[in-house]
């Protein structure tokens, strides 16, 4: 589903380049759910942003659901990446990154309306996003009338609406107090398997990293361990999968 191959980003030059990712190459199968785990700074967001068009590589291959997204004599304009980040990926950030103004539903229902889904279509898909995140009595509360957790929610249902292939989340539960961020992921986990949706989740949490399938570690911009080629990962496969969704 994932493919990542010799990815290079650099920022700035000389002295003060700083090597953010660094020959990174690995693939995710599709339905897995991936956690990149390493210390601050050592390349998560980057490596997430490379992945989901939001920045180009230096060199390297990406390739997602059989496109090509990046690599030699592939060089996507602004209009065309934004059209496949659209059709291809949801994306979760730590400050939740909603519209104040809007409701949850009217937030839910963003990236159908882009897409111009009819309306009667995009009621019913919001409203089942929004049961599914265990929101259903919200639809019509503003970001500012709800929690960090309960926001958190609302962005992981706009992230579906659009039924992407990959579910990009950058640490997710960062913003969050533990008990929250905890029902956060396993919501995550379970909403991945329900919607059959392939995940990278940049982590710090040891919680996320027992729900997943498989943990990449990387640092200093380097893939330094993953669990699936220790041949350790599988265990971890569909650990919380059949996780109970919210009433
Ligand atoms: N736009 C940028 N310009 C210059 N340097 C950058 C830029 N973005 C990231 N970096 C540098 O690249 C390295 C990797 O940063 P990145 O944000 O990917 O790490 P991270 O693992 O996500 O960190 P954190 O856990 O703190 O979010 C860091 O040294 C950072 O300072």
Redesign the pocket.
Do not use: I, P, W, Y
């Given at each position: 589903m994932i493919e990542v191959e010799g990815l290079r980003?650099t920022?700035?030059a000389g002295e003060n380049a700083?090597?953010?990712?660094e020959d990174v190459s690995f693939t995710v199968p599709e339905g897995q759910l991936c956690a990149?785990v390493?210390?601050?700074?050592?390349?998560?967001?980057?490596?997430?942003?490379l992945i989901g068009g939001l920045?180009k590589p230096d060199a390297g291959r990406i390739a997602v659901n059989g496109k090509q997204l990046a690599g030699p004599g592939r060089n996507l304009g602004e209009k065309e990446l934004a059209a496949l980040r659209r059709d291809l990926f949801g994306f979760v950030f730590?400050s939740f990154a909603l519209i104040p103004i809007l409701s949850a539903a009217e937030n839910v229902g963003i990236p159908l309306r882009l897409r111009r889904t009819p309306v009667a279509e995009r009621e019913e898909r919001v409203e089942l996003l929004l049961n599914m995140v265990g929101l259903g009595g919200h639809t019509k509360q503003r970001p500012g009338e709800m929690s960090g957790g309960q926001q958190q929610r609302v962005a992981l249902a706009r992230a579906l609406a659009n039924s992407p292939r990959v579910l990009i989340a950058?640490?997710p539960t960062?913003q969050l107090d533990s008990e929250t961020g905890r029902a956060v992921m396993r919501l995550l986990r379970a909403v991945v398997a329900a919607e059959n949706v392939t995940a990278l989740v940049?982590t710090?949490d040891p919680l996320m990293m027992e729900l997943a399938d498989r943990v990449i570690t990387?640092g200093d911009?380097r893939l330094l361990a993953d669990s699936d080629a220790e041949g350790a990962g599988v265990g971890g496969a569909g650990v919380g999968a059949s996780a109970e969704l919210p009433a």
């Open positions: 980003r920022f700035g700083v090597h953010a990712v990149v390493g210390r601050s700074g050592s390349g998560k967001t980057t490596l997430l942003n920045d730590q950058d640490e960062g940049a710090h990387v911009g």
